[in-house]
Nanobody, 116 residues
């Protein structure tokens, strides 16, 4: 059974940091390109960051470059999103995604709220 389980979300003040984690199971994690998406109320889901299966190459949305870092541990089947200098506009539901050819898996999402 495929599972992607996010953790580490919550409420943080502007300028603060959070680290999201995603635990993967039920598929060959090291084959998959892993992504973090987010969706704010009333907005479309957007790609925040992605990392290749070996972890060599990473991509970021312009809005988070220099503040967020995606990483993975293929030995632990984990992907992470370190979020620094958080802004109120980063408030959203964050989703972990794994993709390999036609296979496309999603976590249930976790809320991140940036507010004073």
């Amino acid at each position: 059974q495929v599972q992607l389980v996010e953790s580490g979300g919550g409420l943080v003040q502007p300028g603060g940091s959070l680290r999201l984690s995603c635990a993967a199971s039920g598929f060959t994690f090291s084959n998959y390109y892993m992504n973090w998406y987010r969706q704010a109320p009333g907005k479309e889901r957007e790609l925040v960051a992605g990392i290749t299966n070996g972890g060599v190459s990473r991509d970021y949305a312009d809005s988070v470059k220099g503040r967020f870092t995606i990483s993975r541990d293929n030995n632990k089947n984990m992907v992470y999103l370190q979020m620094n200098s958080l802004k109120p506009e980063d408030t959203a539901m964050y989703y972990c995604n794994g993709r390999y050819y036609r296979y496309d898996y999603w976590g249930q999402g976790i809320q991140v709220t940036v507010s004073s």
